[in-house]
């Protein structure tokens, strides 16, 4: 038995019949866009090998890229970079050898590319950012996700939310400072809807009308563990700042292996549970927060009953069967402690020794 099999191609004189020559064209354009990997090697603003640059290839090449920062010292910002629209993973040599000085006149990064994109920044310092809307050094929108992994994120400001970062996507900061930014809601990080984690950093110094250091807003699903929350500062000119460390405002929060230290607020200077709901509170320090008239102010609102937990004041109203309150925890100044971040470790006699 025979089979046969008929084509039909047009053929020309020194030229592939034009069968092959669609076949080969299909095959191109059924290959998936290759990924890309772009070097900053300039610390120009603009020009061959700088941010601008690599970001604009980026954006014009399809697929995941990856924009690698070999070069050292501080890029200045002059304008605004443009926004990344396509996923992109950018890599600096480590936050204490590059800087990336917006200059307090636009914001470091907008990742607004369509939803389900995926964005990564890692061992990067990002200073001086500044924006007249929400997000001073990064902005997350359009329900991009984004993972901000051993940066350094310090001295920016937003005249609305998220001094530091505000996120309208899944965000995850890990092993990362959150340092002196400013804003009126979320001095450090705001967040709004599901997916976001706050995992082994520090949030420092930052300050705001409501949530110096954190601030869960609407539909929020926030999850903080084995994070330092220390001098942050919320307060308003009519005396209602709440939350100097975190106010829990909306959503659903997760807090464990937290400290939560050294804030200042009009009310709750450590934490404010003012319209959401806390899912998990256990195995946390709260000491020495206070209000701006210097008193004791660890709590506003009804925690749940959790465990493991420890204040140094009566505020937190505690009920686990673990929990201790008027309970001096006997923490260390703030310093470098071998881990990623700066944290406040108790004194060996402490009764947070070996406790949770």
Do not use: K
Request: glycine fraction near 12%; proline fraction near 4%.
């Amino acid at each position: 038995m025979s089979t046969s099999t008929t084509r039909s191609c047009t053929l020309s004189r020194g030229s592939a019949p034009l069968c092959v020559s669609l076949y080969c064209a299909s095959l191109i354009a059924a290959t998936p866009a290759l990924a890309a990997t772009l070097f900053v090697t300039t610390n120009a603003d603009s020009g061959a090998g700088s941010l601008r640059e690599a970001i604009t290839s980026a954006n014009a090449a399809a697929g995941a890229d990856t924009i690698v920062f070999n070069t050292t010292g501080t890029i200045t910002l002059a304008s605004p970079l443009p926004t990344l629209i396509e996923s992109v993973e950018l890599l600096g040599p480590g936050a204490e050898l590059l800087v990336i000085n917006a200059n307090q006149d636009q914001r470091h990064f907008r990742f607004g590319g369509p939803s389900g994109s995926v964005y990564r920044i890692a061992d990067l310092t990002l200073r001086n950012g500044f924006t007249s809307d929400v997000g001073g050094s990064i902005l997350v929108i359009n329900n991009a996700s984004l993972e901000v992994e051993r940066c350094i994120i310090e001295d920016s400001r937003a005249l609305a939310q998220g001094g530091g970062i505000a996120a309208f996507g899944p965000l995850d900061v890990i092993d990362s400072i959150i340092r002196a930014n400013q804003s009126v809601f979320g001095g450090g990080v705001y967040v709004e809807g599901p997916g976001h984690r706050v995992l082994r950093s520090a949030v420092l110094l930052n300050s705001a009308e409501q949530g110096g250091g954190l601030y869960s807003g609407v539909g929020a699903e926030l999850e903080v563990e084995n994070v330092t929350l220390a001098g942050n500062f919320a307060s308003t000119v009519t005396s209602d700042g709440f939350g100097g460390g975190i106010s829990v405002a909306a959503g659903l929060t997760a807090i464990s292996h937290v400290t939560i230290a050294n804030n200042l607020a009009d009310d709750g200077g450590g934490i404010a549970l003012t319209g959401g709901a806390l899912t998990t509170f256990a195995n946390n320090i709260l000491a020495y927060n206070q209000t701006w008239a210097e008193q004791p102010s660890n709590c506003l609102g009804n925690l749940p009953d959790n465990f493991g937990n420890m204040s140094s004041d009566g505020s937190c109203q505690l009920f686990g069967a673990s929990d201790l309150e008027n309970t001096d925890p006997l923490l260390l100044p703030l310093a470098d402690n071998g881990g990623a971040s700066p944290s406040m470790l108790p004194l060996p006699d402490s009764a947070a020794v070996n406790s949770a």
